[in-house]
């Protein structure tokens, strides 16, 4: 377990001794690139899916670890020689844990989209993706509407189904079991929109988000998609706790924005509308992507979107917040105030492609490090209140989803320093919203993703349970799973995988 250990931080951190200190510079820059090799060398890309049992190379196998972990991203970062323009524009690639006790099976697969299909029948790249034109110019891409369902940003399990979602296309319904791919799902033609001439040339085919939201409380499940475009909307949609997917409600929106995610509290969605402006003409020319061609705007406010659970007109209230990717939790309070934890921007963050070791070894702005933000909104007054509540560079929050829309204490994030920062991630933690206060395992050389906590059952602590975190290895150029005690971070085992393997973007835990 080289260069692991648990530190604990308290809630005002002192400037870094020695920060300005040559060595320490130095020293700082060289792990910033053996970082960003290992991240280049675990993104290498899937050529091969493997059905196998999982070897333990360290520790022993919680007996009452029991159920099936699914991760989901990216497989592969070009196309029959064409580097895609982006991390987010690769096939889905879905991984599949299964942990019964004593043993771990482990499946991969990728997403049989149509599009993966078709692209692999013609022995070329079809379509346009999120951060990619096909070669080829203006003459190949102008004028063409249809993307790319990448499937590749999240495997949701729900109700015994399990689905690769990619935000700005239908869900792929996929087997549990065998990671076959069944069905582009869209709900009983819930997710379709109705015929226009629009939907003509761009396809019915509705946006439904990579972060749907399930209550615990309830088992209705929420989420949203935002098509920009010509004619931008919001569409919210809501599940039943019996399955039935409602007819989605559709907002159409003033201007364009960027939204990713949102929270769900007891009687409300939440979303953040954080001001974009997509350079359209160009897109459609062929002359940019939709990322190249976007822009954060922070001249205009960020618009944060309450809307009544069981439908209706939201109240907006606006804020300069920054730029958001993901939410960890919201609650209400019983005054009406409600409380939502984000991970906040100073704008779009820059995301290098994978393979960018000169571009991933820099130290990152700090404008493109997120911080977890506790905003305060009270609908009746119209004020929203905004505080750094951790001063962490962290990304891809989890909680207990247990807790979700309810007052919580502890979240889950991949972390990076907070006085020498990396754009690449070799470090997980768990915040303490209560205290303020970070526990923080280093991984280094190894990088890591999304970490997934386990409650164990009849738990006395919120933080009682398991921290599942897929890393890479770049001493034995493997990817790993790490099951962690999710109170200390302390290693409970280590699972090798039978290939390096890209970490992906989020996931979900199946109890068995
Ligand atoms: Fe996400």
Not at 222 to 249: K, T
Not at 279 to 285: E, F, S
Not at 426 to 448: G, I, S, Y
Request: net charge neutral; charged share 25%.
């Amino acid at each position: 377990m080289g260069g692991a250990r648990a530190v604990s931080t308290q809630r005002t951190t002192k400037s870094a001794q020695g920060a300005s200190d040559p060595t320490s510079m130095v020293l700082a820059e060289s792990r910033r690139k053996i970082a960003a090799r290992s991240w280049v060398s675990a993104h290498a890309g899937v050529t091969e899916t493997f059905d196998v049992a999982l070897k333990c190379i360290s520790g022993e196998i919680p007996r009452d670890l029991v159920g099936v972990l699914f991760r989901n991203g990216p497989g592969t970062f070009e196309l029959f020689g064409t580097r895609y323009g982006h991390l987010f524009d690769g096939d889905g690639h879905v991984q599949r844990l299964a942990f019964d006790g004593s043993t771990v099976r482990y499946r991969d697969r990728f997403v049989d989209t149509r599009e993966r299909q078709r692209e692999r029948e013609a022995g070329r790249m079809l379509y346009r993706a999120f951060g990619s034109n096909r070669p080829g110019g203006m003459r190949a891409n102008a004028f063409d509407p249809i993307f790319k369902n990448a499937a590749n940003t999240t495997a949701f399990a729900h109700r015994g189904a399990l689905y690769a979602l990619w935000e700005a296309g239908l869900p792929h319904r996929l087997d549990p079991v065998t990671l076959d791919t069944l069905a582009r799902e869209d709900f009983a033609e819930a997710l379709l929109a109705p015929p226009t001439r629009w939907t003509e040339i761009a396809g019915r085919e509705r946006p439904f988000s990579a972060h749907p939201k399930v209550d615990p409380r309830t088992g209705e499940m929420h989420n949203f998609g935002l098509a920009n475009g010509p004619f931008s909307s919001l569409v919210l949609y809501r599940m039943s706790a019996e399955g039935v997917m409602q007819a989605p409600e559709v907002h159409r929106l003033d201007a364009m924005y960027f939204v990713h995610d949102f929270a769900l509290t007891e009687h409300h969605r939440l979303l953040f509308l954080c001001p974009a402006r997509f350079d359209v003409v160009r897109t459609m020319l062929g002359l940019r992507t939709p990322v190249s061609g976007m822009q954060y705007d922070p001249s205009r406010g960020t618009k944060i979107w309450i809307v009544p659970r069981e439908g209706g007109e939201p109240t907006v209230l606006e804020a300069p917040l920054g730029f958001v990717f993901h939410h960890v939790n919201a609650w209400e309070n019983a005054d009406k105030t409600i409380v939502c934890d984000a991970l906040v921007y100073g704008h779009y963050p820059t995301l290098p492609h994978p393979w960018d070791l000169d571009t991933l070894a820099i130290a990152p702005a700090r404008a493109d490090l997120a911080y977890v933000t506790r905003i305060t909104l009270d609908p009746t007054r119209r004020v929203v209140q905004s505080e750094r509540w951790l001063d962490l560079p962290c990304e891809l929050p989890g909680i207990d989803p247990a807790r979700v829309g309810q007052p919580y204490r502890y979240a889950w994030v991949t972390a990076t320093d907070r006085h020498r920062p990396m754009q690449v991630v070799t470090r997980v933690a768990k915040l303490d919203m209560h205290t303020r206060t970070t526990v923080e395992r280093e991984f280094f050389p190894r990088v890591v993703g999304e970490p997934v906590f386990v409650a164990r059952d009849g738990a006395s602590t919120q933080d009682e349970g398991w921290l599942i975190v897929m890393a890479y290895d770049p001493t034995e150029d493997r990817g790993e799973c790490h099951v962690l005690d999710a109170a200390t971070l302390e290693s409970v085992c280590v699972l090798a995988l039978p290939h390096a393997c890209p970490l992906g973007f989020h996931g979900s835990f199946v109890r068995g």
